[in-house]
């Protein structure tokens, strides 16, 4: 069945230090994965995606790997700041009807 | 543009009444529209997909009679929450698909919930 990994669970990081939160899927035949990234009480934002005839997507200080063979995708968040604290969530594009299967979550702090 | 925008943030109402959220995609149009529950510090669960002018179709274990889901449009979806009681107390967020490109999601604001 469907089902979207996510680790760690919460991550805390100084400010300028990087952060790295990976995510595996069970469906090969998933070719799209977004990453969200929440904060408390609000919409979850689309920061970044990638597809999967592509391995590296890069944009300012975020970017997404992906390796279909071990149906793995991580996001690396570069020189951290306070206001990138939130919940980051990754997802992958199920092929049947195009929904998308969310991870856990990770709670991201980035301390002063 | 991509704009979704959810109605209303917030309800607050008695158990057994029914309560009806709306979900618009204001400057895109949307066959296909999503809704997600999603309790304090945890992820989105997906509910049901929602398509233009057919039946949603539930995820496993989401009772249909219960969360009733209406897409007369393509910029419009309702969801109901019949007879509430208090453990359906939670955020309901939606999301719609383009129904042109690549289909990116977009999500609207989120409503709470909660059922006295």
């Known amino acids: 069945g469907e089902n979207v990994e996510q680790h760690p669970s919460t991550l805390s990081v100084q400010e300028g230090d990087s952060a790295v939160i990976k995510c595996t899927y069970s469906?090969?035949?998933?070719?799209?994965f977004p990453w969200y990234k929440q904060e408390l009480g609000k919409r979850p934002q689309l920061i970044i995606d990638?597809?999967?005839?592509?391995g590296e997507k890069k944009d300012q200080r975020i970017a997404v790997t992906l390796n279909k063979t071990a149906k793995h995708f991580s996001l690396h968040i570069t020189e951290t700041q306070p206001e990138d604290s939130a919940v980051y969530f990754c997802?992958?594009?199920?092929?049947?009807?195009?929904?998308?299967?969310f991870g856990q979550g990770t709670e991201l702090s980035v301390k002063p | 543009g991509a704009v979704v925008s959810q109605h209303p943030s917030r309800v607050i109402c008695k158990s057994g009444t029914s309560v009806k959220i709306e979900c618009r995609s204001l400057?895109?149009?949307?066959?296909?529209m999503f809704w997600y529950r999603q309790f304090p510090k945890k992820s989105l669960m997906l509910m049901a997909t929602?398509?233009?002018?057919?039946?949603?179709?539930?995820e496993q274990g989401v009772e249909k009679d219960k969360f009733l889901i209406n897409h007369a449009s393509l910029t419009l979806s309702t969801l109901t929450v019949t007879s509430a009681h208090p453990e359906d107390s939670s955020f309901y967020i939606c999301?719609?698909?383009?129904?042109?490109?690549?289909?990116?999601?977009?999500f609207g604001p989120g409503t709470r919930l909660t059922v006295l």
């Open positions: 999301s719609a698909r383009r129904s042109q490109g690549f289909n990116e999601q977009f």
């Open positions: 469906d090969s035949a998933s070719n799209y």
């Open positions: 990638i597809r999967s005839n592509v």
């Open positions: 997802a992958a594009r199920y092929r049947q009807g195009g929904k998308l299967i």
């Open positions: 400057d895109f149009q949307a066959t296909t």
């Open positions: 929602s398509n233009e002018g057919s039946k949603a179709t539930y």
